[in-house]
């Protein structure tokens, strides 16, 4: 059993997730593709106390603080030359092409030369008012200039045997005469682009696959081309049986390198009071590796946590079973719930319907061992006028609400999100993408109201971002009862169907398009919730009646004609009484939610 789930011994992770690069950047030159002296950048000093606990205040109980690891830059130190623009995306680096594992980035330390105690100060200042860290594990690939200083000894492709595509001790793969591309020297897709040669000086004479798995001398713009691909001891181009490899009692000596190197990777943060692990596109190795180096790190630390960025529809996963799946039987405490993200953007971009959920909800294991957001860094923000059906920032009330509020499993809050960030124009590589920029040196015009000059009190917000940081605020408190952290769920909408008083509008003939619900019920404490959402983005939802039927009542512990009352612990004091079997609701505004408590009515 994973650490998370034993709910009596440790809080529901809520979690918040911030890039130091951004979260406390008070420059607001912005221009795009600006340089760290033009636009700035934030520092690990600046997430002083003050910002900590307005966190804390809100109910988080981890940061994870993105980016924080060595990356490839465009941005020289004095012990650091700039890395190749034909290796970069964006002049700051993609966090995502690690250059030095066990290093952290220059950029965020006041004292360069001392940004390692610099970090270690920010963690202490975290763990001192309550705060769990947590930091990116990018397993599947680095930097093409990967190049450790901190331990030279423990850099990547030392010792490899570069005239073989594959060898199991082998930190990379190599391409050989006959890929495609045309052979030597790799050519990259940049040529053209300023200060780009569409060349990499070390791979004139061997070239390396890429991160995301192309065996190619040319790989396209398109590609992970600023990064090579790590090799786990199973060569990738032979299918995804893995079963070769050692399980998870095996010795040091037993394992590929690579494992080798990634468990002494592990280790060093978790002895730098590191909590726990963010692990990218997790899918993408080896299911052995993952019994192992979690079941290692446990032994370290015991509630150490692991969270895991995967897709099952991903063709690079190695497993023939549910990745989601088989990353939690290796011992993960979450995995990313991307399908519930995808229905919910698809409300208002792809013609779905609420209860496209449903089978969502019938995932076994998974369905409460699942990391629920609406915005991450690789997603675009819900406030975009692009996106999200073009709302603004009132959509994530009832698509937070939602997601928050169905499983056990971590949540998860992306800074910028609670004062509506919009991310809107463009600020350098990534375009005017709807998404707040990884690559580039940059500010969120609306966020650094928050910050306010490091005093991180909303002193600029309007009065619309403070109701709706305070919002979010409520959603994190009132999900923090045994109904939410320890209890089951059970779906309405599929009983509600038929129901024509269950927010349906114009020629509907079935329910459930716009309006979900569900109950929350934790059988130890009797506590139980009605949770009910408007996803509709400009109709108020009037005369709603939700059906509760005898299994939803078997499933709360209670009887029909009792006498039950409803009240909202989220928004407003509103509060009803159940009759025969049915609640009735009051008008659900546009993006609003209701999280009723049900209590005997005295």
């Known amino acids: 059993m994973s650490s998370f789930c034993r709910a009596e011994e440790a809080p529901r992770p809520v979690i918040y997730q911030l890039m130091v690069r951004t979260f406390s950047n008070t420059n607001e030159t912005r221009k795009t593709n600006g340089t760290l002296a033009e636009n700035g950048c934030g520092k690990f000093v600046e997430i002083n106390d003050a910002a900590l606990r307005s966190l804390k205040g809100m109910g988080f109980t981890h940061l994870w603080l993105t980016g924080v690891l060595e990356q490839a830059s465009g941005t020289a130190y004095p012990t650091r030359p700039a890395d190749s623009p034909d290796i970069l995306k964006?002049?700051?680096?993609?966090?995502?092409?690690?250059?030095?594992?066990?290093?952290?980035?220059?950029?965020?330390?006041?004292?360069?030369?001392?940004?390692?105690?610099?970090?270690?100060?920010?963690?202490?200042?975290?763990?001192?008012?309550?705060?769990?860290?947590?930091?990116?594990?990018?397993?599947?690939?680095?930097?093409?200039?990967?190049?450790?200083?901190?331990?030279?000894?423990?850099?990547?492709?030392?010792?490899?045997?570069?005239?073989?595509f594959f060898d199991r001790d082998n930190h990379f793969y190599y391409l050989g005469p006959g890929d495609p591309g045309g052979g030597a020297p790799l050519k990259l897709p940049t040529l053209g682009m300023p200060g780009c040669e569409g060349s990499f000086a070390p791979e004139k004479h061997h070239g390396r696959v890429t991160g995301n798995n192309v065996i190619s001398w040319a790989p396209?713009?398109?590609?992970?081309?600023?990064?090579?691909?790590?090799?786990?001891?199973?060569?990738?181009?032979?299918?995804?049986?893995?079963?070769?490899?050692?399980?998870?009692?095996?010795?040091?000596?037993?394992?590929?390198?690579t494992w080798r190197t990634m468990d002494e990777i592990l280790g060093y943060w978790q002895g730098l009071g590191v909590n726990g692990f963010r692990v990218d596109m997790a899918h993408m190795v080896p299911i052995e590796f993952w019994a192992w180096a979690v079941k290692r790190a446990r032994a370290r630390q015991a509630d150490v946590f692991f969270s895991a960025e995967a897709y099952d529809n991903d063709p690079a996963k190695l497993t023939d079973g549910h990745?989601?799946?088989?990353?939690?039987?290796?011992?993960?405490?979450?995995?990313?719930?991307?399908?519930?993200?995808?229905?919910?953007?698809?409300?208002?971009?792809?013609?779905?319907?609420?209860?496209?959920?449903?089978?969502?909800?019938?995932?076994?294991?998974?369905?409460?061992?699942?990391?629920?957001?609406?915005?991450?860094?690789?997603?675009?923000?819900?406030?975009?006028?692009?996106?999200?059906?073009?709302?603004?920032?009132?959509?994530?009330?009832?698509?937070?609400?939602?997601?928050?509020?169905?499983?056990?499993g971590p949540v998860m809050l992306y800074h910028g999100q609670e004062v509506g960030e919009p991310a809107a124009g463009t600020e350098g590589f990534g375009g005017d993408d709807a998404r707040t920029t990884i690559f580039d040196?940059?500010?969120?015009?609306?966020?650094?109201?928050?910050?306010?000059?490091?005093?991180?009190?909303?002193?600029?917000?309007?009065?619309?971002?403070?109701?709706?940081?305070?919002?979010?605020?409520?959603?994190?408190?009132?999900i923090q009862g045994p109904a939410f952290t320890a209890g089951e769920f059970y779906g309405l909408n599929h009983a509600n169907l038929e129901n024509p008083k269950f927010g349906r509008l114009g020629a509907e003939t079935s329910s459930g398009h716009w309006l979900y619900a569900f109950l929350r019920h934790d059988a130890k404490s009797g506590q139980s919730f009605l949770v009910v959402a408007n996803f509709h983005g400009s109709e108020t939802l009037r005369d709603v009646q939700v059906?509760?039927?005898?299994?939803?009542?078997?499933?709360?512990?209670?009887?029909?004609?009792?006498?039950?009352?409803?009240?909202?612990?989220?928004?407003?004091?509103?509060?009803?009484?159940?009759?025969?079997?049915?609640?009735?609701?009051?008008?659900?505004?546009?993006?609003?939610?209701?999280i009723l408590e049900i209590l005997q009515d005295p």
């Not at 073009?390 to 698509?399: A, E, I, S, Y």
């Not at 500010?443 to 909303?458: A, H, I, L």
């Open 547 to 594: 059906s509760l039927p005898d299994d939803a009542w078997n499933f709360i512990g209670r009887k029909p004609g009792d006498g039950w009352k409803f009240t909202n612990r989220l928004d407003g004091e509103w509060s009803g009484l159940a009759k025969a079997g049915e609640i009735a609701l009051p008008d659900l505004a546009p993006c609003s939610a209701m």
């Open 220 to 257: 396209s713009i398109h590609d992970w081309y600023e990064t090579v691909k790590l090799n786990y001891g199973h060569d990738f181009t032979q299918g995804r049986a893995t079963g070769h490899l050692p399980g998870p009692d095996a010795d040091l000596t037993e394992v590929p390198k």
């Open 323 to 408: 990745v989601l799946d088989e990353l939690i039987k290796a011992g993960f405490d979450a995995v990313y719930d991307d399908p519930s993200y995808d229905v919910l953007e698809g409300l208002y971009d792809s013609g779905k319907w609420a209860n496209d959920l449903d089978p969502i909800t019938f995932t076994g294991a998974r369905f409460h061992q699942s990391l629920r957001y609406a915005e991450n860094h690789d997603e675009v923000r819900i406030a975009s006028p692009k996106e999200w059906g073009g709302l603004g920032m009132k959509v994530g009330r009832p698509v937070t609400a939602v997601l928050f509020a169905m499983g056990r």
């Open 90 to 164: 964006g002049i700051a680096g993609s966090p995502y092409a690690i250059k030095d594992y066990f290093d952290v980035c220059p950029d965020y330390a006041v004292e360069p030369e001392k940004r390692l105690e610099e970090f270690q100060a920010l963690v202490k200042r975290c763990h001192a008012l309550g705060l769990k860290v947590l930091i990116d594990f990018v397993p599947n690939h680095v930097a093409r200039s990967y190049d450790s200083d901190v331990r030279p000894e423990s850099s990547f492709g030392q010792g490899d045997k570069r005239d073989v």
């Open 441 to 478: 040196y940059w500010s969120m015009p609306e966020f650094t109201k928050w910050v306010n000059g490091g005093r991180f009190d909303g002193g600029r917000l309007s009065d619309e971002q403070k109701d709706l940081r305070e919002w979010y605020g409520k959603l994190i408190r009132a």
